[in-house]
């Protein structure tokens, strides 16, 4: 279930590992046209509507959940919108408790099936242009860490991804 108006938990990424993947968006969006958004790798939602009580419980949450290694695997490509162009994410043990612990803070929809991934760019654009992207693209990093969740508020229509606020996460032991 898609909503025009949502608001949604990302987990995103230390600087270096931010940098990193901006510069393949950077050379994503120089191939295929792209609204600009932050990268991330989508956690829960949608939520219709949060609250302040919402936001604190994230607050606390976060300081008690370690950083998530994430596995990538090589890039890939489908035709929806939001999944145009991007990096899938192996769904390990450490981020499916992730996600099941953020749904007992406040359940969500579970949208289909959860497919983890970091978009790279958003569209419609043809098929084999991003193939060909593919083949051009040097392969991507084996593992990057996430160390925040950030609460964003999304407008699908206008095309508006704001990030509200962000959680450091725990580094671990």
């Not at 931010?18 to 968006?25: D, F, Q, R, V």
């Not at 593992?143 to 407008?155: F, G, P, R, W």
Request: charged share 25%; hydrophobic share 35%.
């Amino acid at each position: 279930m898609r909503l025009n108006e949502s608001y949604w938990l990302w987990g995103q990424f230390c600087n270096e590992e931010s940098e990193y993947l901006n510069n393949l968006k950077s050379k994503v969006h120089n191939k295929l046209k792209s609204p600009d958004f932050n990268v991330h790798i989508t956690l829960a939602g949608p939520y219709q509507s949060i609250n302040n009580e919402f936001i604190d419980s994230v607050k606390i949450f976060s300081k008690s959940q370690f950083s998530v290694d994430l596995e990538l695997y090589l890039y890939a490509a489908k035709n929806e919108f939001y999944q145009s162009f991007y990096i899938p994410v192996n769904y390990s043990k450490d981020l499916k408790k992730l996600r099941s612990s953020i749904f007992l803070l406040k359940p969500f929809f579970p949208y289909e099936k959860y497919s983890p991934h970091i978009s790279l760019a958003y569209g419609n654009h043809l098929y084999v242009d991003k193939k060909e992207l593919i083949k051009e693209m040097e392969a991507p990093k084996h593992s990057i860490c996430m160390d925040k969740v950030s609460l964003v508020y999304v407008n699908e229509k206008k095309k508006i991804w704001n990030i509200l606020e962000s959680f450091k996460l725990s580094k671990g032991i």
